[in-house]
């Protein structure tokens, strides 16, 4: 039984002697004492730990960057936590301790160990070089190797979004987007929102021929943000790396035809489908930390699922009140493709049924002020 036993009560004497020590270093740290203060705390650490035995010798015999680890091992404190605190508090104090030092801690495989308080620390009987090695307590923790794909196009940044306090989240705004254009049924498209002056996104696949209608978009007051360069779910969701990559295809070929660079985009399927589910999380990560948006939708009237125009009515109508019921904006997903006449067919009596609506929505294109919508 631990609770009375010998071991618990050396812990606890050991928990005890932690806290005396512990807590008025951290005080004398964190109120930025002078460096001649820091000095006399760790020669007065290193006079404490002297008294405590061979782990401890060994530890204050070293460098005082090595006496830190040592508190740290063998109080049970996280080497990266400890070092970032002190970081925090008072930057210069690392190096005062050790050129070497550096905050972070995730590197370290010890990190995920965590062990509060001083229950777990070393066996006092342990043996010094087999349950923490001097060369494994004296080097700090090294940050994590950033994944390669982060090296992969360094133009392929965008800043300038508003912070997200700023977000644009009004819950009377409506959003009328189109995936997969240009084609053969966007200049139509087009013809109804300047007819009722409302505002659209298109999410773009831009080829070779699609000039002439991306600036029209851009032209005519519209938004333009990344769809994929091929829409090809199994290569764009194979990789990180494979993302990117067709995700800078259709970048280039925007900006290339419009002078315009995006900072919007729409994952192919949306943010979450059957095929990107290995490599979702870390192509979000990806993306947000390169500074891009994206958006998912909450209305959908499935105008490519062969819907009726009285279904996709229907869908239009419930979907958005339902959002308004939670004072929640509607972000609307359509299409501009190909074959996808349904979706013209419903568009002017939609916009003109929405415009109407009593609750006096009001139209909005999405770019980077606008708060994204996530699955
Ligand atoms: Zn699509």
Known sequence: MYLGSVRFFKHLIL?????????????????????????????????????????????????????YYAYM??????????????????PSLLG??????????????????ARPGGSTAPDMTADINSSAPKNTVSEPPEPPEPPAYEALFPDLYVDGRADEPDYIDDSDYIYLT???GPSVNTAEILSYLKYFDVPATFFVIPGENSQKSLNRILDEGHAIGVH??????????????????????????????????PEIFRFPGGSINDF????????????????FAYFDWNVDIKDINGASWDAMMKTARAQVAANTEMGQR?????????????TVYVLDEMIEELINNPNNYKFGKIDGNVRPMHH
Request: charged share 25%; aromatic share 10%; net charge negative.
């Open 15 to 67: 928990t005890i002697v932690a806290l005396l020590i512990i807590v008025p270093t951290v005080i004398a740290v964190s109120t930025g004492a002078d460096n001649a203060a820091k000095e006399d705390e760790i020669s007065r650490l290193k006079a404490l730990v002297a008294s405590y035995g061979k782990f401890y010798e060994e530890a204050a015999n070293g460098a005082s960057e090595e006496l």
């Open 228 to 261: 994929s360069a091929t829409h090809d779910y199994a290569e764009i969701y194979s990789s990180v790396e494979a993302f990117l990559t067709d995700f800078k295809a259709a970048y280039d070929l925007i900006y290339e035809q419009t002078g315009h660079k």
């Open 178 to 180: 189109f995936d997969d």
């Open 96 to 113: 005062a301790l050790g050129e070497g030092a550096t905050p972070g801690g995730s590197g370290d495989p010890d990190d995920s160990d």
């Open 73 to 90: 091992e063998f109080f049970g404190i996280d080497k990266g936590k400890f070092f970032q605190l002190l970081y925090e508090k008072d």
């Open 330 to 342: 509607s972000i609307i997903l359509m299409h501009d493709r190909n074959g996808g006449e349904n």
């Open 276 to 291: 990107n589910g290995a490599v979702r999380s870390d192509i979000i990560a990806e993306m947000t930390r390169r500074g």
